[in-house]
Nanobody, 125 residues
Framework: VQLQAYGGGLVQAGASLRLSCTAP????????MGWFRQAPGKAREFVAV????????WYADSVKGRFTLSRDNARNTMFLQMDSLKPEDTALYYC???????????????????WGQGTQVTVSS
């Protein structure tokens, strides 16, 4: 699966950004699509995901209530709306696809085999 992530940028704390991730049409509906992020010197961490089977969306506690997943099926694109950004949200954000569908599987990085290139999000204080 070839994924393309874009939409990052440099913003001030409290601002919003929307990240986008496109996938091939033939795979967009049959994979769970998620976002991870990696800050300098830290491990890559789970941010949010939508299960392809149930449509359920799950978010990391650190972004719950501020980040929102959505999708445009006609454009094979997934969005991550990020509001009330904080300096600690600064990271390289990756979209990824997984054949799994449960919460426990989708919050584990090892269960994603297809990754897009990262898009940098920098939040200044």
């Amino acid at each position: 699966v070839q994924l393309q992530a874009y939409g990052g940028g440099l913003v001030q704390a409290g601002a919003s950004l929307r990240l986008s991730c496109t996938a091939p049409a033939r795979t967009f509906g049959i994979y769970s699509m998620g976002w991870f992020r990696q800050a300098p010197g830290k491990a890559r961490e789970f941010v949010a995901v939508r299960s392809y089977r149930s449509g359920n969306k799950w978010y990391a506690d650190s972004v719950k209530g501020r980040f929102t997943l959505s999708r445009d099926n006609a454009r094979n694109t997934m969005f991550l709306q990020m509001d009330s950004l904080k300096p600690e949200d600064t990271a390289l954000y990756y979209c990824a696809a997984s054949g799994y569908y449960s919460y426990s599987d989708l919050t584990s990085i090892v269960n994603y085999k297809d990754w897009g290139q990262g898009t940098q999000v920098t939040v200044s204080s």
